[in-house]
């Protein structure tokens, strides 16, 4: 990692603002470089601010975490960017609605806000270094479909033997580096499985694994920690 992570903060809360913020300064590589209150101020801010990683409330007034998203990783703005910019949706609950539409709008991923300080900078690093984030309280729910549904889709049937061990880690939350060092693979051929593995489960990325995981009961409790990028 070069550099520090520049973070913008975007929550209707001051308060919550301040306690982020505190934590945030008290690791060396990462720093505030911006706050908002509304999705509409974020706009505002980050088309003027470079900034690495967003923590976006869901809900605000004005413009919601999920519309700001969208309006942020749209093709235009992205082009204008110097470097890639992350987004992580930060929500009360866990079954909301809202934060699965801004992951399907481009968040790299969500946490609910009454996760760690250590889990809330762990995902600020994993997503500045291209990796997503699905994580913090009871996830297991997060979309969960009816009970009478049979949760595993027909895709996992088709996976190999290798590719099963790499989903499973991955799902986890195990990096590229780690699945290679216990798989005694290179890295390279990790991320060829894994790009295998999201075709054949129809998973637009690693987000939407971990999600359709607990959809099919296949994690048995939330991820302790990010699971890192294709």
Same mark, same amino acid.
């Given at each position: ?93 866990? $079954?909301?609605? !809202?934060? &699965?539409? #801004?992951?399907? =709008?481009? @968040? ?7 996760? +760690? /300080? ?82 054949? $489960?129809?998973? !637009?990325? &690693?987000? #939407?694994?971990? =999600?359709? @995981? ?7 409790? +939330? /991820? ?7």
């Amino acid at each position: 990692m070069t550099g520090r992570i520049r973070v913008v903060l975007v929550d209707d809360q001051p308060l919550f603002r301040a306690g982020v913020a505190a934590v945030i300064a008290a690791h060396p590589d990462c720093e505030v470089v911006g706050e908002a209150s509304s999705g509409r101020e974020a706009i505002t801010l980050l088309d003027e601010v470079e900034a690495d990683v967003v923590l976006m409330d869901i809900r605000m007034p004005e413009l919601d975490g999920a519309e700001a998203t969208r309006l942020l990783m749209s093709p235009e703005r992205a082009a204008r960017r110097a470097v890639p910019l992350r987004v992580i949706v930060l929500t009360t609950f866990a $079954l909301d609605e !809202r934060a &699965r539409a #801004a992951i399907d =709008v481009g @968040a790299t991923g969500f946490l609910l806000k009454d996760a +760690s /300080p250590e889990l809330l900078i762990a995902a600020i690093r994993a997503v500045y270094e291209g990796g997503a984030v699905a994580a913090g309280g009871d996830l297991g729910s997060f979309g969960a479909p009816p009970a009478s549904e049979p949760p595993p889709p027909p895709g996992f049937a088709t996976l190999t033997d290798r590719e099963r061990r790499v989903y499973e880690l991955v799902v986890t939350g195990a990096s590229n580096a780690e699945i290679a060092g216990q798989l005694f693979l290179s890295e390279s051929t990790v991320k060829t499985h894994v790009s295998s593995v999201l075709a054949k $489960l129809g998973a !637009r990325d &690693r987000v #939407a694994l971990v =999600v359709l @995981a607990h959809r099919a009961g296949s994690v048995a409790e +939330s /991820p302790s920690s990010p699971s890192p990028g294709p």
